[in-house]
């Protein structure tokens, strides 16, 4: 079963860019389509967007104008980068693998806590 | 794109069943079977229970039970065990490839 781990800063200060990277375990990158969702501490799940190994992206209208999602295949690795943060942008970060079979999110990693603040 | 609405919280007895509700517009869960729901332990990562409305991955208990009427979605859980305590959401395609969850419903085992 694929394993995904996130990694990145846990603090990052407001205004600037939130930067996490998700390591796929056995290098299915290139077949699926890799998904952010997050979590803001007591609260419900939102989805931030996916992409696709050909490298198409699809994201959330509410954050698009500042998200850059990609991938590098060659590390097994897919990123996510979302600027001029504020506290709202606080959450657990997961990375999922989406079934687009399924449609549905199949595949979560453990998450990761990222705390905007100065 | 507005989240689809839970119940902020619902309980039952072991042995007893309880439905979720998830209700949507007819711009998401109205238009699309595309409906899925995950059950989040405090802590844990949420897990897949349900998609496609009404089917099971691998692995979970026939016990968790998914339907659609129109722009509302439910989840069943018949015999209600301790195990089943936890976070709730449901989520569906909101057209133009793009996905919105449910506020999430805590469930109570009593």
């Known amino acids: 079963q694929v394993q995904l781990q996130e990694s990145g800063p846990g603090l990052v200060k407001p205004s600037e860019t939130l930067s996490l990277t998700c390591t796929v375990s056995?290098?299915?990158?290139?077949?699926?389509?890799w998904s952010w969702i997050r979590q803001p501490p007591g609260k419900g799940l939102e989805w931030i967007g996916y992409i696709y190994y050909s490298g198409s992206t699809h994201y959330n209208p509410s954050l698009k104008s500042r998200l850059t999602i990609s991938l590098d295949t060659s590390e097994n690795q897919v990123s996510l980068r979302l600027n001029s943060v504020t506290a709202a942008d606080t959450a657990v970060y997961y990375c999922?693998?989406?079934?687009?079979?399924?449609?549905?999110?199949?595949?979560w990693g453990q998450g990761s806590l990222v705390t905007v603040s100065s | 794109q507005s989240a689809l609405t839970q119940p902020a919280s619902v309980s039952g007895s072991p042995g007893q069943s309880i439905t979720i509700s998830c209700t949507g517009t007819?711009?998401?869960?109205?238009?699309?079977?595309?409906v899925s729901w995950y059950q989040q332990h405090p802590g844990k990562a949420p897990k897949l229970m349900i998609y496609?409305?009404?089917k099971w991955p691998s692995g979970v208990s026939d016990r968790f039970s998914g339907s659609k009427s129109g722009n509302m979605a439910s989840l069943t859980i018949s015999g209600l065990q301790a195990e089943d305590e936890a976070d709730y959401y449901c989520c569906s395609y909101a057209g133009s490839s793009t996905w919105v969850f449910g506020g999430g419903t805590k469930l109570t085992v009593l």
């Open positions: 999922v693998r989406y079934s687009s079979s399924w449609y549905a999110f199949r595949y």
């Open positions: 056995d290098g299915s990158i290139s077949s699926y389509y």
């Open positions: 007819s711009s998401d869960v109205g238009s699309y079977d595309r």
């Open positions: 496609e409305v009404t």
